[in-house]
């Protein structure tokens, strides 16, 4: 299935000075029309911005998703000057690559009806621009000559050029921690597969003059077959899209929870600090109290044993966790309390400080000296029998 892309590209020059002087309603010239007119804006294309977009965009992806997942954090100074100076650069690119494409398929452009009129040809243009090239647009326009892989290479010139955007505001992919790392070149790739996309698309137009002038591409290769090679891309390009906006998401909270949280001070495994994770395998498995007695005797009184946990071993840790009066009390974390069942808070779990105040003044004669006192007939027997198999126990599980 033939694919035709309809783009309308203003490029003759005469049609250009009808275009605005019928809307300025003036039979000389305008200063516009002169400037529209001029060979070097014909030559360079500067007066069609989608071209610098399609340069610039990749530079701004690398730039902006550098400032999210850099450690320490891109200084917002830092990130819009970049921004404007890649700015200049694009547009002195675009130029460049018009320039010497122009420059190499100028014998080519005379057969074509499209192309025919260009400045180049006429010719027009000046020693000024035939100086303004660079090595990698002459590659560019010499490859469609030797491979059908032009409009490829296009794509990992773009996707470097968003790379060196984000090392040009110090942030280095390569260096950064692993999901740092995979997010980062999961947006280069996609870069790769979107600008191949387009350039496959735009490659679309010139598909039976390419074939009748021997000029290969992706059109002339795929041209039986190009519907689904432009699926896949897409589709490779939203994927990795997808996983570098997913893993840079985590990446951010990783990177909060070790370095920027508010308990990031306190010691602690890096795998338990940044992940609930091995917290809550520990907690299922049952031994959740035996891991936390290891690390505090590694990490000293006070252990990050979560993302938003501490654990304590010192005693007045318990006062004031557990003892202080209103208002100074500790509010307890929706995460740790359970709902409630049929309905009703237990004394443990109740959020409301004022109604579990009450229920523990209630309970508290229970547990006073005297109670406990009076109860040790009944107690003792109990661990009687338990003590030993305790002891009998610690020949299989390590002690607490």
Request: hydrophobic share 45%; charged share 15%.
């Amino acid at each position: 299935m033939r694919f035709l892309l309809k783009v309308q590209i203003v490029t003759q020059t005469c049609t250009t000075q009808i275009a605005i002087d019928n809307h300025l309603g003036s039979d000389q010239p305008s200063s516009v029309t002169t400037a529209l007119r001029s060979p070097y804006v014909e030559l360079s294309r500067l007066y069609q911005l989608l071209f610098v977009l399609i340069i610039y965009l990749p530079i701004l992806a690398g730039l902006f998703h550098s400032a999210l997942v850099a450690h320490p954090p891109i200084s917002p100074q830092i990130l819009l000057q970049s921004i404007v100076n890649w700015l200049p650069l694009s547009i002195l690119w675009e130029a460049f690559a018009f320039i010497v494409n122009d420059i190499v398929d100028q014998n080519l452009d005379r057969t074509v009806e499209r192309t025919r009129d260009r400045p180049i040809i006429l010719p027009a243009s000046s020693l000024l621009y035939y100086s303004l090239t660079a090595v990698g647009c002459v590659v560019y326009a010499y490859t469609k000559r030797f491979t059908y892989y032009a409009q490829a290479f296009l794509g990992v010139v773009h996707s470097l050029v968003s790379l060196f955007a984000s090392y040009s505001i110090g942030f280095n992919a390569f260096d950064a921690p692993s999901p740092v790392r995979v997010s980062s070149l999961s947006l280069v790739g996609a870069v790769f597969f979107l600008v191949t996309t387009y350039e496959f698309i735009y490659a679309y137009q010139d598909r039976e003059e390419d074939v009748k002038f021997g000029v290969k591409s992706m059109a002339v290769k795929y041209a039986h077959s190009g519907r689904k090679v432009l699926v896949a891309f897409s589709l490779t390009y939203a994927g990795l899209l997808i996983v570098s906006g997913f893993i840079a998401t985590i990446s951010l909270r990783v990177l909060y929870n070790i370095f920027l949280h508010p308990l990031s001070r306190y010691p602690g495994p890096i795998s338990w600090t940044f992940t609930a994770i091995p917290s809550h395998i520990a907690h299922l498995k049952g031994t959740i109290h035996l891991r936390t007695a290891k690390l505090l005797k590694k990490y000293g009184p006070v252990v990050r044993v979560a993302p938003n946990e501490l654990s304590y071993i010192t005693a007045p840790a318990w006062t004031d966790i557990y003892a202080r009066r209103h208002p100074e009390q500790l509010k307890k974390h929706p995460d740790i309390i359970s709902g409630p069942s049929g309905g009703v808070y237990g004394p443990a779990n109740n959020p409301v400080d004022h109604d579990h105040a009450r229920r523990k003044r209630l309970l508290a004669p229970g547990f006073s000296e005297k109670a406990v006192g009076a109860r040790r007939k009944f107690l003792q027997p109990t661990l009687t029998v338990s003590l030993p198999k305790f002891r009998m126990s610690k020949t299989t599980t390590p002690s607490i």
